[in-house]
């Protein structure tokens, strides 16, 4: 148990690191889809990337470096490689199923991936993973995400589309595009 708390933190730390750009980015980056489909195509096939290849070694010998996947995730998503980034997160959702940036994480690489249904289930994760106690920490990432599940929800399904908008709002009611879409949704 000492360990996998060992591991959590070291995790965490790394990600403090690397991955605080990649988290951000979610919520401020828009991807050009040819340009996304071309760079994913491109860069899935390639292994000329040093960092991803010192850190796939790496994980060969300790497949449960969780540390280490965290930055070949990141790694991935710096290259645009988001098949490998989305694969590399979900193997860290195995190991430490109630980490919510690694569902975070996946939402986002879905996204740029333009994966909308999957982007979508994996905000609900996030959503239900975080902690109370890190709510706080969480606003502006927990905002995009309430935002993304509504946006989404807005045709099929209004009455969800506006209890998760409301929340969105709740945690940044600075959020024009959130703001717009409560609007359109209660007029």
Known sequence: MKMIKSNIQNLFLGLMFIGTASFVNAQTTQTDSTTAAKTTTTTAQSTGNPTIDGLKKQIEANPKDTEALAKLAGAYQDAS???NAIDT???ISVLVPDWAPSYYSQAY?????KDDANAKLAYEKYIATVKPEEVEQNKKNLAYAYFYVAFSEQQSNPDKAKEHIAKS???DPTNQDAVKLSKALNS
């Open 169 to 171: 709002l709740q945690y």
């Open 109 to 113: 690489a879905y996204q740029s991936a």
């Open 89 to 91: 997160w979900k193997k």
């Open 81 to 83: 490689d988001w098949t």
